[in-house]
């Protein structure tokens, strides 16, 4: 992109934009043994707010209000990286929290990325997409975020320790999702898909 265009792109704080992000999506049957690991903290914290499985997914990349005029380059940019990544094989495995167990404001299911596949997937992105969007200086950390809550929760020590492990599955495609925010659970609508390798 042009410093004409990226600096016309911050100018113009009126115009049309979507709220976009990148991810992965995990497949149905590793949904249900999500859902079946969480069901007991269901009932332990019913005041949380416990997303739906459909909209479970491995967050890549947020890049929030997006100007509509850029998302052609964000496509274009996204491809290319999509093009020199093999997908990734990987697994859930694990129950968590943000910022931690004593103050839990974001309840995950951890994803296993063992050869680090997603790692570099997500490196190669943040390279790509710097010259509009602010990179992300936390290390990654795959996961599905399976609740929220505020005011925080306290979560008991068998939280962790609850049995989490699927079969594992591969990360073969990176989705562009535009987020509707209504006033219920937020909607996700798929823009366009990547597969990786080609």
């Known amino acids: 992109m042009s410093d004409e265009v990226k600096d016309d792109a911050s100018q113009r704080a009126g115009e049309p934009a979507s ?6 999506e995990v497949p149905g049957p590793v949904r249900e043994v999500v859902n079946e690991a969480i069901l007991p903290w269901r009932a332990s914290f019913p005041n949380a707010r416990w997303i739906p499985s459909e909209n479970w997914h491995v967050t890549l990349k947020f890049l929030g209000r997006t100007p509509v005029r850029l998302t052609p380059w964000v496509e274009e940019t996204v ?16 129950l968590g929290a943000f910022p931690s167990a004593q103050r839990a404001r974001v309840l995950w299911a951890g994803i296993e990325d ?17 010259e509009t969007f602010r990179p992300e200086m936390r290390r990654f950390h795959p996961h599905l975020t399976v609740a929220r809550s505020e005011p925080p929760i306290h979560l008991p020590d068998l939280y962790s320790e ?9 990360a073969d495609r990176v989705i562009l999702f535009r987020s509707h925010l209504d006033a219920g659970a937020p ?12």
Not at 115 to 130: C, I, Q
């Open 19 to 24: 709220r976009l992000f990148l991810a992965v």
């Open 187 to 198: 909607t996700y609508e798929p823009l366009r898909t990547f597969p990786l390798g080609g």
């Open 114 to 130: 063992q050869a680090e596949g997603l790692a570099a997937l997500v490196t190669g992105l943040e390279s790509a997409l710097a």
């Open 79 to 94: 491809e290319q990286i999509a093009d020199t990544n093999p997908p990734a094989e990987v697994r859930v495995s694990g």
């Open 162 to 170: 609850t049995p989490l492990v699927s079969e594992p599955f591969p």
